[in-house]
Each structure stands twice: as C-alpha cells, then as structure tokens.
C-alpha cells in the first residue's frame, strides 16, 4: 500500500492555517448522502440559500431537514471552528456570525443555539459561551 505524504515548510501560524486547509480538502470533501439510485448522477445545484461566506475558521458540518417533521419543521444547522485555542493568531480566535446575512436569500432566519454536552461542559477551552437548553 502507498501512501501520499505532504509536507508543509512554513512559520508555524501558516504552516497550522496550511495543514488544516489541506486536511478538510483531503478528509472531507463535499460529500452527497443519498441519492434516488445508485446510478444517478449529482445535478448541480439550481439555487442557492446562501448569501455571504462563512468566516474562513468556521466548517459547515450538517444542513439537513430529515428531523423535520418530529421538530416542528424546523432543519438542523451545526457548524464547526476548525482551528484550536491558541494554534493561530487570527484564525482561532472566536467568531460572531449573522446568519440573517449568510441565510439571506431564503428570508429571515430563526434559531435556536444548541451545544453538544461535551462542548458545553468543556467552554473553557474553547473560549465560546455555549448556549444551554
């Protein structure tokens, strides 16, 4: 078996924004969960929702509607910071979002913040306040 190995030179704040980049692009790209066959094709995307970009820190983990109709019709949104406290000067330092501004095509957006138990427990680290239900 062969491997493919990268190797970042840089100072160390680039060298941290470098690798991360690299690593969602090769780990996790785009991916489709399902489709009507397994011999369909993925259609472009006719419209987007989105009208700003996120902060260039934050991943897009999840949009989905699957738990729709046990919630009220509302979708999931979950969101992720990539960088750890203190592994970049800029990049890994909290981030504000306006989802009215990047949800702005598809109307005014309500929300609910939710955190992961483990993520509420351990804010400390994290350097977010957590919202807690």
Known sequence: MRGTVFLVVDKIPAAHKTRRQLIEQLNFPPTLAFAPTVAA????????????ALAPNIKLLT???NY??????KSI???????????????????????AQIFSKKGEPTAASTAAAAAAAACGWCGVAHARD
Do not use: D
């Open 41 to 52: 094709t993925p259609t472009p995307a006719k419209q987007s929702f989105i009208g700003a």
């Open 63 to 65: 949009v989905s509607s």
């Open 68 to 73: 729709a109709r046990w919630n009220s019709g």
């Open 77 to 99: 949104l979950r969101l992720a910071h990539l960088y750890q406290t203190g592994e970049h000067p800029t990049l890994s330092a909290p981030v504000t979002l306006h989802l």
